[in-house]
């Protein structure tokens, strides 16, 4: 577990933006209890990847016209309940942090994996994402 002190400021980025910081597998779990719409859930981590290109790129992604109707963001190595409930609903992909994950109705649509955002641009890892809105928000 990381300390507080050192996360507070890395999940702050994101949360004023908008994404709802998912402390347990309950928040989790009530993220999708509509089963409509569709929902982009970020899992945050120390790494600098994430700080460098992740967090921008998926606060850059939400300036189009279309985006994800509701944000979540569980942080690896923190909110160890929240966030397997989250890689859960991420299956069948790996545990990957950081990550991002792109639900319609309730099922996975679009997911970046680490691999994807390590030596990506902020600009890259947005434009990636506005793609599959283009494609999966209303």
Do not use: W
Request: proline share 6%.
């Amino acid at each position: 577990m990381y300390p507080i002190e050192l996360t507070t400021p890395m999940a702050k980025e994101l949360t004023d933006y908008g994404f709802q910081n998912l402390a347990s597998a309950e928040e989790v779990n009530a993220l999708f209890e509509s089963k409509e719409g569709t929902v982009l859930i970020v899992v945050n981590s120390v790494c600098g990847c994430a700080a460098r290109n992740a967090r921008p790129g998926a606060i850059m992604s939400l300036d189009g016209a279309k985006k994800p109707t509701q944000l979540g963001t569980v942080f690896a190595g923190v909110n160890k309940e929240a966030t397997q409930q989250a890689r859960d609903l991420m299956l069948p992909y790996p545990p990957s942090s950081p990550s991002m994950a792109l639900f319609k109705d309730g099922k996975l649509v679009h997911f970046l994996e680490r691999h994807h955002i390590e030596g990506a641009t902020a600009d890259m890892i947005a434009n990636n994402l506005k793609m599959a809105y283009d494609r999966y928000c209303d």
